[in-house]
């Protein structure tokens, strides 16, 4: 155990200090569109939501890492570990298009880092079909937080809703392979936690 503890450690600080590499191709490459017809309120906005999707993304590599901790379903293990892959590559392009426009990630990274943790050592600990629910549930959420960026994002952005859109189809695939591996559906209360959670961490790196 401290083993792993110490490999965690180490995991979470190459993840905030050294930027990981994808292993897809960035979908707004397949993009022509430029950033210059973005009037510059419209990139913050832009920013600010990518930001928001980027500490998401640094939260599910936390939340699969936690899940993984206590894990011995060897089906359960490849699947968090696929989604933890799609998902390092979401944190790439996040990271990227944030950079293009000339903004910053969020500095409460490390906090929520911690805490998405936290949680998914609790469900992984608990009992393996819910530690699929945690991840249907977690897939459930990001998946209608990404409908909400995607409209509420301007449609000339094609870069960006490039992006968003196949980060969404990841989800949902995800949410779905969780669902046919026989997750079990969490406690209400367990899901309003997850809201109450995810609502906290969305309105405070929106700004910060």
């Known amino acids: 155990m401290i083993d792993k503890l110490?490999?965690?450690?180490?995991?979470?600080?190459?993840?905030?200090?050294?930027p990981p590499k994808g292993n897809r191709t960035?979908?707004?490459e397949k993009v022509n569109s430029s950033d210059d017809s973005l009037p510059e309120e419209e990139k913050e906005k832009i920013i600010r939501y990518m930001r928001v999707n980027h500490t998401g993304e640094i939260c599910a590599q936390a939340l699969y890492r936690g899940q993984l901790l206590f894990n011995q379903d060897q089906t359960i293990h490849k699947q968090l570990n696929q989604a933890a892959s799609e998902e390092i590559d979401h944190l790439v392009w996040c990271q990227k298009r944030?950079?293009?426009?000339?903004?910053?990630t969020s500095h409460l990274n490390p906090f929520f880092y911690l805490?998405?943790?936290g949680m998914g050592m609790i469900a992984s600990k608990i009992d393996s079909q819910y530690n699929l629910g945690f991840l249907e549930e977690?897939?459930?959420?990001?998946s209608s937080?990404?409908?909400?960026?995607?409209?509420?994002?301007p449609q000339k952005d094609k870069k960006t809703h490039a992006i968003l859109k196949q980060m969404k189809y990841?989800?949902?695939?995800?949410?779905?392979?969780?669902?046919?591996?026989?997750a079990r559906k969490l406690p209400q209360v367990f899901k309003k936690f997850?809201?109450?959670?995810s609502k906290i961490m969305t309105r405070t790196t929106y700004w910060i």
Do not use: R
């Open 194 to 197: 997850m809201k109450f959670s």
């Open 170 to 182: 990841d989800e949902e695939k995800h949410q779905e392979t969780a669902k046919k591996l026989g």
């Open 115 to 117: 805490a998405s943790l």
């Open 98 to 104: 944030i950079d293009q426009l000339g903004g910053k």
């Open 26 to 28: 960035d979908p707004s």
């Open 6 to 18: 110490i490999s965690e450690i180490d995991f979470a600080l190459k993840l905030h200090s050294c």
């Open 138 to 142: 977690t897939e459930k959420q990001v």
């Open 145 to 153: 937080h990404l409908e909400t960026h995607i409209n509420k994002i």
